[in-house]
């Protein structure tokens, strides 16, 4: 699995939208971004993940680059329950032992 | 969404005991679980993979003697802890993957491991 580089760390004013950068300038061409988030002492949390186009659900949007190498979460109005550690990974999902290897992930701390 | 579930959630025993950690998928078959270790402030590392019927993959560095894996169902799979000892504390949590479909994972609430 290709690895990610993001930020170890960001702040956000609830309300407002938090962007979270990653960049995977190895990603080959079968391989999605996925992004994940835990909040203190659970399990992650799947949030979205797209191949190459943009993506949006419930929670946020996936802004993925044309070349691929890099990829922001949008979290368009952030609350303090979305303070987190947030994951992005590449891997390919069409395989039943495709595993997640976790990096360092953003932690983000959303202030009222 | 698939639900994973573990159990205990919270477990303290004392040193050179062994302790057995659950993790079930409820709602769906799980050909793959995986297990990670959490330590404070780090992020999550895969100790091993657990398939139906057969034995565990191990991350190299992870004791397989220590950390013994079952996988016995679609919906279970088991990891027992030999041996405590307290740098074994950690925060344990599981992944199954779907028999079907896109093969996603889903994670278990995790298990908060203190030796004492």
């Known amino acids: 699995d290709a690895k990610t580089t993001q930020p170890p760390s960001m702040d956000c004013a609830e309300g407002r939208a938090a962007n979270l950068p990653c960049n995977h300038s190895?990603?080959?061409?079968?391989?999605?971004v996925y992004w994940y988030r835990q909040i203190h002492s659970q399990g992650p949390q799947y949030i979205i993940h797209?191949?190459?186009n943009n993506e949006t659900n419930e929670m946020a949007s996936l802004i993925i680059t044309e070349d691929r190498k890099s990829s922001t979460l949008i979290l368009p109005h952030a609350t303090l329950r979305d303070t987190a550690v947030y994951y992005c990974i590449v891997r390919v999902p069409y395989s039943s032992a495709s595993k997640i290897i976790f990096g360092s992930g953003t932690r983000l701390s959303i202030r009222p | 969404g698939a639900v994973v579930s573990q159990h205990p959630s919270r477990v303290i025993c004392k040193s050179g005991t062994s302790v057995k950690i659950e993790c079930r998928s409820l709602?769906?078959?799980?050909?793959?679980m995986f297990w990670y270790r959490q330590f404070p402030k780090q992020s999550l590392m895969l100790m091993a993979t657990?398939?139906?019927?057969?034995?565990?993959?191990?991350e190299q560095g992870v004791e397989k003697d220590k950390f013994l894996i079952n996988h016995a169902s679609l919906t279970l799979s088991t990891l027992t802890v030999t041996s405590a000892h307290p740098e074994d504390s950690s925060f344990y949590i599981c992944?199954?993957?779907?028999?079907?479909?896109?093969?996603?994972?889903?994670f278990g609430p995790g298990t908060r491991l203190t030796v004492l």
């Open positions: 992944s199954a993957s779907q028999l079907a479909g896109t093969n996603e994972q889903f």
């Open positions: 190895t990603i080959s061409g079968n391989e999605y």
């Open positions: 709602d769906f078959q799980a050909t793959t």
């Open positions: 657990s398939n139906e019927g057969s034995k565990a993959t191990y």
């Open positions: 797209g191949l190459k």
